[in-house]
């Protein structure tokens, strides 16, 4: 039996990026959920349950294919942070952030509606940030690289001058784990033409490398 072709269903650059590393050949289509965070979800079982309603707006257009929705949400003091809706947002967000750890989580759904094959999983990294100046905060907002960012910050762009450390995988805080999807994609007989180990042995990706 062939392998199923397979769709993105996310608009984000990063995790086109990082599913672009596994060697794989994919489409993107955005999905046509609506994003309300649900008052009885945790961060994480939020993160998971976007990463599937992702999935699931684009495998009822596309049932032969594997669908891979994802979403990453930031969790502080049991909080959900979203995306900044303007930079006066992404200031506020960035100075809660400062000096102090938060949580990453990013939910990976996978669907093939004609298989029967509906899977998921929670992947959580923990970021710790630096005790930051007021200079290089307003330094960072010019950049605008906040906007449309979970968080307010880019780890993988100008805002690694914010972090201390992290534990956990790195490309889960960029958007997409990317080893365990991996493992997944496989088990549903995708080739991977590079080999995730290596991936994570000569850590390609923007800064990765630094952590």
């Not at 004609?114 to 990294?125: D, H, M, Q, R, Y």
């Amino acid at each position: 039996m062939p392998s199923p072709q397979i769709i993105l269903a996310s608009t984000s650059p990063r995790r086109h990026e990082l599913l672009s590393l596994l060697g794989i050949t994919f489409e993107v289509v955005a999905p046509t959920c609506e994003e309300i965070p649900s008052a009885t979800h945790s961060p994480s079982k939020q993160a998971s349950q976007f990463a599937l309603d992702k999935a699931k707006s684009v495998s009822s257009q596309y049932p032969e294919h594997l669908i891979l929705g994802s979403d990453t949400i930031i969790e502080i003091d049991g909080q959900l942070l979203g995306k900044p809706e303007n930079l006066q947002n992404a200031e506020h967000m960035l100075r809660q952030l400062r000096g102090r750890l938060h949580h990453v989580h990013t939910g990976v759904a996978m669907i093939q509606k004609s298989a029967n094959v509906s899977l998921k999983f929670i992947e959580t990294a923990t970021v710790w940030i630096k005790k930051f100046d007021e200079q290089t905060l307003a330094e960072y907002l010019d950049t605008q690289e906040s906007l449309g960012k979970a968080g307010a910050y880019s780890i993988q762009g100008k805002g690694k001058r914010f972090i201390d450390k992290i534990e956990g995988d790195y490309p889960t805080i960029v958007g997409l784990p990317l080893w365990k999807t991996a493992k997944l994609l496989e088990q549903q007989g995708i080739v991977l033409a590079n080999s995730v180990e290596e991936i994570y042995q000569s850590k390609p990706y923007a800064n990765w490398n630094n952590f």
